[in-house]
């Protein structure tokens, strides 16, 4: 795989799975800070307690999915490099 190869994979591994992942964990808690800004200060903690449960689970699951597209791609390069050495 040449650099441009690897780099546009790269790109498409960022825009397809990192940024709408970002964008599901950004959006829920813009949601809460805008509810408690409305509410002011009175507000329900077990609501936001619960909405930061469920932001962590998105965030545990995105990493998982960074690590194992890191691995896949780490894979690739390394099988590349290798089948190069093997030619000359």
């Known amino acids: 795989m040449n650099p441009d190869q690897q780099f546009g994979l790269t790109?498409?591994?960022i825009f397809a799975i990192i940024l709408p992942g970002m964008l599901a964990l950004v959006i829920p808690l813009g949601k809460a800070w805008a509810?408690?800004?409305e509410h002011g200060?009175?507000?329900d903690d077990s609501e936001t307690q619960a909405e930061l449960e469920r932001v962590k689970g998105r965030l545990a699951?995105?990493?998982e999915r960074l690590?194992?597209?890191e691995r896949v791609l780490s894979q690739h390069r390394d099988a590349g490099k290798l089948g190069a050495g093997e030619h000359q």
């Open 41 to 43: 200060t009175q507000h």
């Open 11 to 13: 790109m498409t591994v």
């Open 61 to 63: 699951e995105l990493e």
């Open 67 to 69: 690590d194992f597209t």
């Open 35 to 37: 509810r408690r800004v």
